[in-house]
Nanobody, 116 residues
Framework: QVQLVESGGGLVQAGGSLRLSCAASGTIFKISAMGWYRQAPGKQRDVVATITTGGSTNYADSVKGRFTIYRDNAKNTVYLQMNNLKPEDTAVYYC??????????WGQGTLVTVSS
């Protein structure tokens, strides 16, 4: 029933910026933790950033100081602002919704490509 729709990916040169958006359907967004994950070709899917229902955030060391995760509960949307992008940031980025006693929901993924 719950669906996550991601947008904002694309091709950008090193040093550029992108903002990813993830809009959630349904009514459980406000009581759900959200996160952004990424997976490069041939590599495992890794956590990029997470945000709790109360707004507490955590970031992977590789993106600290460059990426910001934030949520707008009125719009049922979580964002990932990515600044000073590097070629190693190239990956498919996935949004995830997590809630106790509820199955995790993943978005379809959006491709971010950073050229040198």
């Amino acid at each position: 029933q719950v669906q996550l729709v991601e947008s904002g990916g694309g091709l950008v040169q090193a040093g550029g910026s992108l903002r990813l958006s993830c809009a959630a359907s349904g009514t459980i967004f406000k009581i759900s933790a959200m996160g952004w994950y990424r997976q490069a070709p041939g590599k495992q899917r890794d956590v990029v950033a997470t945000i709790t229902t109360g707004g507490s955030t955590n970031y992977a060391d590789s993106v600290k100081g460059r990426f910001t995760i934030y949520r707008d509960n009125a719009k049922n949307t979580v964002y990932l602002q990515m600044n000073n992008l590097k070629p190693e940031d190239t990956a498919v980025y996935y949004c995830k919704l997590s809630r106790p006693l509820y199955r995790e929901v993943w978005g379809q993924g959006t491709l971010v490509t950073v050229s040198s």
